[in-house]
């Protein structure tokens, strides 16, 4: 299994423009993530899904848009980059939502800088 | 309000075990503590969790007192590839897919 897999490792947008941030595992599992690491500061949650067609937003949703058509990829979509967007960006997905026994897989991470 | 407090940064000899803390003494019932860890540059990485009672896998091991206000992660045998940023981390049993990730401690390893 590959895991959680992320594209592209490093991106550099100019005010205004918009992207889209790929994420994709293999492990079959329902319920996927995105957060957003600044310099120095723990993980905060952008949005989630917890299956192909359900998403909601996370702590620090707005500036961007996310959609789950199938269970393997979750896209995270800047509509209009903004410097405070700067960034690294990871998705994380998990087989079960709650629960006693829980561990979530972190993708390796896109580094995103807006000048 | 943070629901748990870790120490900023941490130094142990390699060979030798390495105790982080976490208090967490507003802990609910119906929480349990998570430990992960990110080295530099990677995604967090699962390392243990606990409810009350002590826990061990093959990473280390979570020793959680009995009134559940503090934690105690223990890397037996530290090694340079263990330095990296601790999160203890405080999660209701339904609190669904959602890590809140304080600041951590940053575990320096030393030769």
């Known amino acids: 299994n590959a895991g959680v897999t992320q594209t592209p490792k490093f991106q550099v947008l100019k005010t205004g423009q918009s992207m889209t941030l790929q994420c994709a595992q293999d492990?079959?599992?329902?319920?996927m993530s995105w957060y957003r690491q600044d310099p120095g500061m723990g993980l905060r949650l952008i949005h989630y899904s917890v299956g192909a067609g359900i998403t909601d937003q996370g702590e620090v949703p707005n500036g961007y848009n996310v959609s789950r058509s199938t269970t393997e990829d979750f896209p995270l979509r800047l509509l209009s980059a903004a410097p405070s967007q700067t960034s690294v960006y990871f998705c994380a997905s998990s087989y079960s939502w709650g629960g006693s026994s829980y561990e979530q897989y972190f993708g390796p991470g896109t580094r995103l800088t807006v000048t | 309000d943070a629901k748990t407090t870790q120490p900023t940064s941490m130094d142990c000899a390699e060979g030798r075990a390495a105790n982080l803390p976490c208090n967490h003494s507003?802990?609910?019932?119906?929480?349990?503590v998570y430990w992960y860890r990110q080295i530099h540059s990677q995604g967090p990485q699962y390392i243990i969790h606990g409810l009350k009672n002590n826990e061990t896998n093959e990473m280390a091991s979570l020793i959680i007192t009995e009134d559940r206000k503090s934690s105690t992660l223990i890397l037996p045998h530290a090694t340079l590839r263990d330095t990296a940023v601790y999160y203890c981390i405080v999660r209701e049993r339904n609190a669904g897919n959602m890590l809140t990730f304080g600041g951590g401690t940053r575990l320096m390893v030393k030769p």
């Open positions: 507003t802990i609910s019932g119906n929480e349990y």
């Open positions: 492990m079959n599992h329902e319920y």
